[in-house]
């Protein structure tokens, strides 16, 4: 009902939720989630950008929360807007 998932990956827990309520039932072609990952001492939000209607980009490593995300929005292309990768 609330966009906000639970993740665990790497043998520990990890948070990705949104703002806008319309994520779950009928997401936009393109929206913002926050990823907060305990362990990676965060001093800021990291800020995804998913976009429904792009294809996922290709890239030399697999990303786990990237391939997270897309067993809700398939094939979505995700942008760590500047940020490093988490794999």
């Not at 309520?21 to 393109?30: D, Q």
């Not at 990823?35 to 030399?60: C, F, G, H, M, P």
Request: hydrophobic letters at 40%.
């Amino acid at each position: 009902m609330l966009p906000i998932w639970i993740i665990c990956s790497e043998s520990h827990y990890s948070i990705l939720f949104g703002t806008d309520l319309s994520v779950v039932k009928n997401p936009p072609t393109s929206f913002d989630l926050i990823y907060y990952d305990e362990l990676a001492r965060q001093e800021d939000d990291i800020l995804l950008t998913v976009s429904t209607n792009k294809a996922a980009a290709k890239s030399k490593y697999t990303i786990p929360i990237d391939c997270t995300m897309r067993t809700k929005w398939n094939n979505a292309h995700i942008d760590w807007n500047g940020r490093t990768q988490i794999l």
